[in-house]
């Protein structure tokens, strides 16, 4: 982890503006094949951020799979040990997010894949809604298009868990590494589907009921 965050700051440090985190692992057999018994975290700059509706080229990528994703925009820090109640009142909106990783390396070395940043390849954002501040997931389901056809749904609160618990949960990885998870940064809290493979030609979309969505096209 520590060779991730020496290449975010130096990132960060050579203009690429901070972002937030990406939580990844989250599903269960890939946490069982590499001996974890939670998830972890990854960064995220402007330098990866796509605006919604446009293109993104696959060029140069192995394995890409589209995740649908819970966006949380913070509105204050949140520091390590902040109970669930601080973390909720943290939470200024929610919104919809599609990450874009690429598998290239086997799912065997944690720590070469913490270092790499967890497969991270791009990340889109949907417009953020403050009617859901707090982090309330109730009745939201999320559902996933590729080409215009579903390939998922699932109900979000199911998948992504307690918010405010994603929420600690970063702000306490990042303590023990010395860095902070501050007011402004976004956190996408992993995928809510299964893996979604994608090719040059495919559009995605995501669909977060109340939360709004996000759209991107990919080439090659």
């Known amino acids: 982890m520590q060779a991730q965050l ?14 937030g985190w990406k939580i990844g692992l989250n599903s269960p057999a890939t946490q069982k094949q590499l001996g974890l018994d939670g998830t972890v975290v990854g960064h995220l700059t402007q330098a990866t951020v796509l ?39 943290a939470i200024a909106a929610l919104g919809a997010a599609i990450e874009l990783v690429d598998v290239d390396r086997p ?12 497969f991270h390849r791009a990340v889109a954002f949907g417009p953020p809604r403050t009617e859901r501040a707090g982090g309330a997931l109730a009745g939201v ?16 609160a199911a998948a992504a868990g307690e918010l405010s618990a994603v929420v600690r949960h970063v702000a306490d990885w990042l303590a023990a590494f010395g860095e902070r998870l501050c007011g402004g940064d976004r956190i996408i809290c992993g995928s809510l589907a299964p893996p979604i493979w994608v090719k040059p030609g495919d559009r995605v979309r995501v669909d977060l009921g109340p939360l709004g969505g996000v759209e991107i096209s990919l080439t090659a």
């Open 141 to 156: 389901t999320a559902r996933a298009f590729r080409n215009g056809d579903e390939v998922a749904s699932v109900e979000a």
């Open 107 to 118: 799912l065997d070395d944690l720590e070469a894949i913490l270092a790499a940043n967890i």
């Open 6 to 19: 020496a290449s975010w700051r130096s990132r960060v440090a050579g203009g690429a503006a901070r972002v």
């Open 51 to 89: 605006a919604p509706g446009t293109s993104h080229s696959l060029g140069g990528s192995h394995l890409v799979i589209a995740e649908p994703e819970v966006a949380i925009h913070l509105g204050r820090d949140v520091p390590a040990g902040a109970d669930g109640e601080a973390a909720r009142a």
